[in-house]
């Protein structure tokens, strides 16, 4: 059926992921999550698929190197926001604010075949294509969707990368510590027991290059559902868009909350007894 793809199980309109994708990036923006253009939303589609989407695909540009080959995405196309877009604004400028990407055939490199401004076509005075580029953190977002394709297959998966306010705060004031910091926050909001199953993976060196932070994001991951960049932000996977903000939020809040009993307390308070029990 034309226009349409396969989300796991679930056959959806590209233009229905495409809303529920801009809504989700109007949540992380107006939180304050990604403030002016920091951070991105992305999602791996089909590539079959994707091809059959009804405004087509553009093939007219060259590849791109990556930082390092992701070879497991060979061909798939990524729904990406674009370097500078602030992520509130995608609602009004979708084709413009954020575009799909693909790989190239041996996962060394992408190129732009959908959104970006590319709609315009050539620009009259640099006979290029005109629009805008992928998000700064390509290079993360394609790393921690092929670690998820290798682990679950060929469906789609969604990776978020953004600065939770009340969350980065916590990290100048808790040990860097992952057992101790996801307790904290499990104490701080109890809700958060359903959702928080593992600890947090910790980042907690603030400079580092890209490829060595991807490294250990990932390897932090494969033990853990989100990964707290220390004095930064968040990254994390998930199957579903709305899934993965929510918990960000989740997340959030519990920080907010502990951020609000120190300040009130004086650094003493009684804490919950946490049961193993759910």
Known sequence: MKGMFEMGRKMVTYESLLSMYVRCCSIAGRRGWNER???GLSVRLDAEDVMQMENGLSFRRDFLPLLAPVKDLAKDF???????AHLEDIANRPEDLCGVVQISPDGAGYRIVKGFGTKGGISSDSHELAGMEPNEDLYVHLSIHEME?????????????????NLVALTYLLPLEERSF?????RSSLNLRKNLKRDLGMVDRLIMDEKELTQITLEKLRQSDAVVWAFHGICLPGDDMMDVIAFVDALDKAAEVRLKILQASGGALQEPVISTAV
Do not use: E, F
């Open 78 to 84: 990524i729904l990406i926001s674009g370097c500078n």
């Open 37 to 39: 253009s920091a951070g």
């Open 182 to 186: 996801s307790d904290t926050l499990r």
């Open 149 to 165: 394709k290798k682990k679950k297959g060929p469906y789609r998966s969604v990776v978020y990368h953004g600065h939770p306010t």
